[in-house]
Nanobody, 124 residues
């Protein structure tokens, strides 16, 4: 069983930056593809970014390309989401997710493990 714990959310003004972290338990973290998703009130959970175990494959949603950067440190069993140039429409609960083996996917149902979420609020 893998446990994921997000941190780093908060309130920031438009144009500001935040870095989210997701710490994972388990010895085989380096084999997991990881993803970041977000869910705004009244909306479905949406893909933000994904990264393969080796960091060789990275995907971004079009809405965050050029502003967000996903990375991971397998020695620390942690995945990060650096968010720059934040906009009010980035306001959401952000979740990290893990899937065993394979490449990152953009569909939530492809991920077996989820964190509890961290709130990001961007004020205008």
């Amino acid at each position: 069983q893998v446990q994921l714990v997000e941190s780093g959310g908060g309130l920031v003004q438009a144009g500001g930056s935040l870095r989210l972290s997701c710490a994972a338990s388990g010895q085989t973290f380096s084999t997991y593809a990881m993803g970041w998703f977000r869910q705004a009130p009244g909306k479905e959970r949406a893909f933000v970014a994904g990264i393969s175990g080796s960091s060789g494959t990275i995907y971004y949603a079009d809405s965050v390309k050029g502003r967000f950067t996903i990375s991971r440190d397998n020695a620390k069993r942690t995945v990060y989401l650096q968010m720059n140039s934040l906009k009010p429409e980035d306001t959401a609960v952000y979740y990290c997710a893990g899937r065993v083996y394979g490449q990152p996917r953009t569909t939530p149902s492809e991920y077996a493990y989820w964190g509890q979420g961290t709130q990001v609020t961007v004020s205008s």
